[in-house]
């Protein structure tokens, strides 16, 4: 693996400023198949088509991490009877909202939180694993062989382009939860139920995110935890509570988390949905070097408030390169570095992944990411 | 007869209680139609009490949803006591819906409450729906306005290919097209040739009103 991209990325976790600005990018299967004009459906069950398109993404794009993330595999959600995961008419794995958790649930849920997963919610989100459907250890059998045989199929393809085109490892790296707020709100109750809850039974939702926080600590942290590692948290909806809210609801338990996973000694990879802007000092707070992928938001202020102690990249939307000119695509990152470069602590990514190949202009996002690799240099 | 104006800040203060108190003692003393449309008008009085706070920063969107339901819940309330066919006349017909590929319908649904506080009639066809749905609901019903709400990048495409059916139906200059989410921007408001963009339901509602009066 390159020695180069190895040691930008080591000093760049470390907190050192790094020789240049390290690029990880993020492209869906279905923008890769996209690029490649490759069936989805077909790359999703046939190894070599889903081969031929990841390939194409490294070859036209410069990256210096593996540039797509695939980690829905539909032969292990269809013999659960997946409802949280679904494929949609094109083939795309589609995250429906769901309500696995009824507003009766709360204080069980409170009481015993891993007990009512396994015993009520597992079952309306994967019905076929119902304990009184006399297949259902067969098909969890199914599923979790089917995780495992997949799985390992994805990652040998991820090494061996990683060979193939010399990348470091990204930031995403197998490891993933949520913030305990996130967890029952994305999985549990669904977005829409939370915002009711949150007003209408306050105490319950408090104490249900505190009976969350050490499921979350147990699913991010490995038994036998790898320094230098980080913890993928993708952070959903604090931009949409009242600040008081997010005082008492999300942050407590966000926090522990993050401290948490930095006493095991590793870092959180947060991916900050919307505009967190008003949550600057927030995440300013938490523990030294934590990489931070922010979607929208004031770039300058956050670069002031948190730069100087996190780990800060993303903004970039791709978008423009379909409404903008190529030389306004480079103004446009030009800019971006120049806030986000001075005293190191950066890297390059984009705001959102790219999600299907309509939403870009390959020529002119080439010539940015080329534009990156080339002069993003300390 | 319960005090509007009491009503109307209620909403505004998103005190659900409170309007639900209030609203059963109403419906308690045998109101008239013509009482029910004073009533369903503080309701949406009390909606742009909300839409103001919010374009005003100190509502969020977790607010807006609030609202978004204590305003359904008591529409659903009133509704039985209204007379048939009574009520203002619309205002204008939007026919809202989420665009092809995209499912979120969060924004769309506050849109489609602020709008209707406001006194639009809104046909709502629903998530991931196809540009000849939009175009169809548009030219069956005469719609003034046809809005179109989606937050995935991939959203804009299908954006443009809605705008673009509207033009083959040869409907594009009899409405105006309006675009809402968390993707679109002054640029891809230019780039797939809307009348307007918004990530804001309050002022987007303003912007509404100026198309049919
Ligand atoms: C909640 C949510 C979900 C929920 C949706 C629940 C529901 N019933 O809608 C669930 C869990 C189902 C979900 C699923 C997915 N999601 Co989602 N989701 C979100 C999240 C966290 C919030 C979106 C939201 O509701 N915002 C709140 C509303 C109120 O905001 P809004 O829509 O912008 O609406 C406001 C205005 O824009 C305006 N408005 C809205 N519509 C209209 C219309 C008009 C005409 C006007 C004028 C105004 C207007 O009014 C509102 C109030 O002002 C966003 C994060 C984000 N940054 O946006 C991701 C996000 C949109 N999701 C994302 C993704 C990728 C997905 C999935 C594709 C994941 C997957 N692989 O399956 C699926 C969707 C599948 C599909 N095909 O659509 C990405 C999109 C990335 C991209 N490149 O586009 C986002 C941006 C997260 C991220 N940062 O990566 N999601």
Same mark, same amino acid.
């Given at each position: 693996?390159?020695?180069?991209?190895?040691?930008?990325?080591?000093?760049?976790?470390?907190g050192?400023?790094?020789?240049?600005?390290?690029?990880?990018?993020?492209?869906?299967?279905?923008?890769?198949?996209?690029?490649?004009?490759v069936?989805?459906?077909?790359?999703?069950?046939?190894p070599?088509?889903?081969?031929?398109?990841?390939r194409?993404?490294?070859?036209?794009?410069?990256?210096?991490?593996?540039?797509?993330?695939?980690?829905?595999?539909?032969?292990?959600?269809?013999?659960?009877?997946?409802?949280?995961?679904?494929?949609?008419?094109?083939?795309?794995?589609?995250?429906?909202?769901?309500?696995?958790?009824?507003?009766?649930?709360?204080?069980?849920?409170?009481?015993?939180?891993?007990?009512t997963?396994?015993?009520?919610?597992?079952?309306?989100?994967?019905?076929?694993?119902?304990?009184?459907?006399?297949?259902?250890?067969?098909?969890?059998?199914?599923?979790?062989?089917?995780?495992?045989?997949?799985?390992g199929?994805?990652?040998?393809?991820?090494?061996?382009?990683?060979?193939?085109?010399?990348?470091?490892?990204?930031?995403?790296v197998?490891?993933?939860?949520?913030?305990?707020?996130?967890?029952?709100?994305?999985?549990?109750?669904?977005?829409?139920?939370?915002?009711?809850?949150?007003?209408?039974?306050?105490?319950?939702?408090?104490?249900?995110?505190?009976?969350?926080?050490?499921?979350?600590?147990?699913?991010?942290?490995?038994?036998?935890?790898?320094?230098?590692?980080?913890v993928?948290?993708?952070?959903?909806?604090?931009p949409?509570?009242?600040?008081?809210?997010f005082?008492?609801?999300?942050?407590?338990?966000?926090?522990?988390?993050?401290?948490?996973?930095?006493?095991?000694?590793?870092?959180?990879?947060?991916?900050?949905?919307?505009?967190?802007?008003r949550?600057?000092?927030?995440?300013?707070?938490?523990?030294?070097?934590?990489?931070?992928?922010?979607?929208?938001?004031?770039?300058?202020?956050?670069?002031?408030?948190?730069?100087?102690?996190?780990?800060?990249?993303?903004?970039?939307?791709?978008?423009?390169?379909?409404t903008?000119?190529?030389?306004?695509?480079?103004?446009?990152?030009?800019?971006?570095?120049?806030?986000?470069?001075?005293?190191?602590?950066?890297?390059?990514?984009?705001?959102?992944?790219?999600?299907?190949?309509a939403?870009i202009d390959?020529?002119?996002?080439?010539?940015?990411?080329?534009?990156?690799?080339?002069?993003?240099?300390? | 007869?319960?005090?509007?104006?009491?009503?109307?800040?209620?909403?505004?203060?998103?005190?659900?209680?409170?309007?639900?108190?209030?609203?059963?003692?109403?419906?308690?003393?045998?109101?008239?139609a013509?009482?029910?449309?004073? !009533?369903?008008? =503080?309701?949406?009085? @009390?909606? &742009? /009490? $909300?839409?103001?706070?919010f374009?005003?920063?100190t509502?969020?969107?977790?607010?807006?949803?609030?609202?978004?339901?204590?305003?359904?819940?008591?529409?659903?309330?009133?509704?039985?006591?209204?007379?048939?066919?009574?009520?203002?006349?619309?205002?204008?017909t939007?026919?809202?819906?989420t665009?092809?590929?995209?499912?979120?319908?969060?924004?769309?649904?506050?849109?489609?409450?602020?709008?209707?506080?406001?006194?639009?009639?809104?046909?709502?066809?629903?998530?991931?729906?196809?540009?000849?749905?939009? !175009?169809?609901? =548009?030219?069956?019903? @005469?719609? &003034? /306005? $046809?809005?179109?709400?989606?937050?995935?990048?991939?959203?804009?495409?299908?954006?443009?290919?809605?705008?673009?059916?509207?033009?083959?139906?040869?409907?594009?200059?009899?409405?105006?097209?309006?675009?809402?989410?968390?993707?679109?921007?002054?640029?891809?408001?230019?780039?797939?040739?809307a009348?307007?963009?918004?990530?804001?339901?309050?002022?987007?509602?303003?912007?509404?009103?100026?198309?049919?009066?």
């Open positions: 693996m390159s020695e180069e991209k190895l040691k930008i990325r080591e000093d760049l976790l470390a050192r400023v790094p020789k240049r600005v390290f690029m990880q990018l993020r492209f869906t299967l279905e923008a890769a198949c996209g690029l490649a004009g069936d989805l459906v077909k790359a999703h069950f046939d070599k088509t889903k081969l031929q398109a990841y194409k993404v490294c070859e036209t794009f410069y990256s210096d991490s593996f540039p797509i993330e695939n980690v829905r595999w539909p032969e292990v959600y269809a013999p659960l009877g997946a409802k949280n995961w679904v494929m949609s008419s094109t083939g795309a794995m589609q995250h429906p909202e769901i309500e696995s958790m009824l507003i009766e649930d709360y204080d069980e849920y409170i009481e015993d939180a891993f007990g997963i396994m015993k009520k919610i597992l079952p309306r989100i994967y019905p076929k694993l119902d304990p009184a459907l006399p297949g259902a250890p067969l098909s969890f059998a199914k599923a979790y062989q089917r995780q495992q045989a997949t799985g199929e994805e990652v040998g393809a991820q090494i061996a382009l990683s060979e193939e085109f010399d990348y470091a490892p990204g930031f995403f197998g490891l993933f939860c949520e913030a305990p707020f996130d967890f029952l709100s994305d999985q549990l109750r669904g977005f829409r139920n939370i915002t009711l809850d949150v007003r209408r039974i306050p105490e319950k939702v408090e104490a249900a995110v505190n009976a969350s926080l050490p499921l979350m600590q147990r699913q991010a942290i490995p038994r036998n935890p790898i320094p230098g590692f980080t993928f948290i993708p952070l959903h909806l604090a949409y509570l009242r600040p008081a809210d005082e008492r609801f999300y942050r407590p338990t966000f926090d522990k988390l993050i401290r948490e996973i930095n006493k095991a000694g590793m870092a959180a990879f947060l991916f900050a949905e919307e505009d967190w802007t949550y600057a000092d927030a995440l300013a707070a938490l523990p030294e070097n934590q990489v931070i992928q922010f979607e929208n938001g004031d770039v300058q202020k956050i670069k002031e408030v948190v730069g100087g102690k996190q780990i800060i990249g993303g903004f970039f939307d791709p978008l423009i390169t379909l903008r000119s190529k030389e306004a695509c480079i103004d446009e990152v030009k800019r971006l570095l120049d806030i986000g470069m001075p005293g190191g602590k950066f890297f390059f990514a984009f705001n959102r992944h790219v999600l299907d190949i939403s390959v020529s002119k996002l080439v010539a940015v990411l080329d534009y990156v690799h080339e002069h993003a240099v300390y | 007869m319960i005090d509007t104006a009491v009503l109307k800040q209620k909403l505004g203060d998103l005190d659900e209680d409170g309007v639900q108190a209030l609203l059963d003692e109403f419906a308690a003393g045998t109101p008239s013509e009482e029910t449309q004073q !009533v369903v008008e =503080a309701c949406q009085q @009390g909606m &742009e /009490i $909300v839409g103001e706070n374009e005003a920063g509502y969020f969107v977790g607010d807006l949803m609030y609202a978004a339901q204590i305003l359904t819940a008591a529409l659903e309330q009133l509704k039985p006591l209204m007379s048939a066919g009574g009520g203002q006349a619309a205002k204008g939007v026919v809202l819906g665009v092809a590929g995209d499912i979120h319908d969060i924004g769309k649904n506050i849109f489609k409450a602020l709008l209707e506080a406001a006194g639009f009639s809104v046909i709502d066809i629903g998530i991931d729906q196809a540009p000849s749905a939009f !175009v169809e609901t =548009a030219k069956t019903n @005469g719609a &003034e /306005i $046809v809005a179109l709400s989606g937050v995935l990048t991939l959203s804009i495409a299908s954006m443009k290919e809605t705008i673009e059916a509207l033009a083959a139906a040869g409907l594009r200059d009899k409405v105006k097209v309006m675009i809402g989410g968390n993707a679109v921007s002054a640029e891809t408001c230019e780039f797939i040739g009348d307007y963009w918004s990530k804001n339901a309050a002022a987007a509602v303003k912007q509404g009103l100026t198309y049919v009066s």
